[in-house]
């Protein structure tokens, strides 16, 4: 798994790890009972606070990624696959209004945009 | 997050320096930098803390044990809990590091002294050695061999990389890291030498002529401010107002701001970066916006 944190980016640290995170367990590099790193290691690693690590923790538990258990730590539980698969499909919307955004702001055409995805499709 | 430390409106005040109604409260689990120019009041703060000089008024509390007396110093029971470095080391020159060792020891019931030798081991310090005869690397790792040796939870330390080198400084930085792995712990640090907050410090408490003038989650703050570069030209009564600190060069200004939404709808060229913790100390302290 890698976790890049850019210093020109205006998402805040917090924000930065957690969609990373959140994008490891949707593409499945992250599995099911995986066991995260412990916060202090987490953020040793990453050069960052222990309370932002915590705080992206709290917030992954609450949305239902990952499960934390008193004196071993906090592991990768997705639980409801439905869910999941929901959650990769929004993920790919985001992407999608993200390539739209730019390419509006680049005055690039429907038409041209289409042929563009068609050709990358393809290759892929 | 039970509070490992909470200290609650402390006052001091000296002939020709105060310290004004400093509260704060450290959470277990962080490393806290205490940082602030010479004379802010940082040594003070620590000492005041341990009770080394009494406080006029306020209280401090370890472990959410019951608070003392104001300006009293921290109980026996409390004290064992306690890893104490502050500046000037108060080691007799003329001894040996086994003989101060054993004074040290001596005071603490839970002393292992299995720890110490790995310790000194890790340091390459020899027993039979004269304290005096010691480096001032060699020195802030001995009195920290000696403050870590009685499976101390919490911590504090009075400038311990000050005047050391890159490869020290990283030693001592490497075994406070080590220190928090285990929960429960804590540790309340005071330096000027911003580079080694921004590679360990999870909370930041900054003071200034005596006062406090914030307590602050690193990350949180480093959010808040970005660092601007761009083309002095660009520099307009619209766009100062935003900025703080400006330096300036033929070649560009660089700055500080607390909007980098509105300055970006303003400068769309201007690059805008993650700042150090020394930007905003240098921010706050010069008086910026």
């Not at chain 1, 210093?7 to 490891?24: H, V, W």
């Not at chain 2, 009685?150 to 080198?165: M, N, Q, R, V």
């Not at chain 2, 911003?194 to 590679?199: E, H, I, V």
Request: hydrophobic share 40%; glycine share 8%; with cysteine.
């Amino acid at each position: 798994m890698k976790i890049l944190i850019s210093n020109t980016s205006d998402a805040p640290l917090y924000q930065q790890i957690k969609e990373q995170l959140t994008d490891a367990i949707l593409k499945g590099e992250l599995a099911e009972g995986d066991l995260l790193p412990s916060i202090r290691a987490f953020a040793n690693d990453l050069r960052v606070s222990v309370l932002t690590i915590r705080r992206v923790y709290d917030d992954l538990e609450k949305e239902g990624f990952v499960k934390s258990q008193v004196g071993i730590g906090t592991f990768v539980s997705t639980g409801n696959t439905e869910f999941l698969r929901e959650s990769r499909r929004r993920l790919v919307e985001q992407k999608l209004a993200d390539a739209i955004r730019a390419a509006k702001s680049l005055g690039i055409s429907w038409q041209e945009l289409q042929d563009m995805m068609k050709i990358l499709f393809e290759e892929e | 997050m039970e509070p490992i430390l909470e200290v609650c409106g402390l006052s001091k005040t000296y002939p020709g320096f105060s310290l004004k109604d400093i509260s704060f409260s450290l959470p277990e689990g962080c490393i806290t930098g205490l940082i602030g120019r010479n004379g802010a009041g940082k040594t003070t703060v620590l000492r005041a803390i341990l009770g080394l000089m009494p406080a006029d008024s306020g209280t401090v509390h370890f472990f959410n044990t019951e608070s003392p007396e104001t300006g009293a110093r921290p109980g026996r029971a409390v004290r064992e809990r306690l890893g104490i470095v502050l500046d000037g080391g108060g080691f007799y020159g003329d001894f040996s590091l086994e003989e101060m060792k054993n004074l040290t020891a001596a005071a603490y019931p839970s002393w292992d002294e299995d720890e110490y030798r790995r310790y000194l081991d890790r340091f390459s310090l020899r027993s039979r050695q004269k304290i005096r005869t010691l480096s001032k690397g060699m020195q802030m790792q001995y009195a920290l061999a000696l403050a870590l040796s009685h499976h101390a939870e919490f911590l504090i330390l009075d400038e311990p990389t000050s005047g050391l080198d890159p490869l020290i400084r990283a030693g001592i930085l490497e075994l406070l890291k080590e220190f928090m792995e285990n929960g429960g712990r804590g540790v309340l640090f005071s330096t000027h030498i911003t580079s080694d907050l921004d590679k360990i410090a999870d909370l930041l408490i900054l003071m200034d002529g005596g006062r406090l003038v914030f307590q602050e989650e690193k990350d949180l703050l480093l959010d808040r401010f970005r660092v601007v570069k761009g083309d002095p030209r660009d520099l307009n009564p619209a766009v100062e107002p935003l900025l703080g600190g400006i330096t300036q060069t033929a070649f560009g200004f660089t700055a500080v701001t607390k909007q980098p939404d509105r300055l970006r709808a303003l400068l769309p060229d201007c690059l805008l970066e993650r700042p150090s913790i020394e930007d905003i100390m240098l921010h706050y302290l010069k008086g910026g916006k």
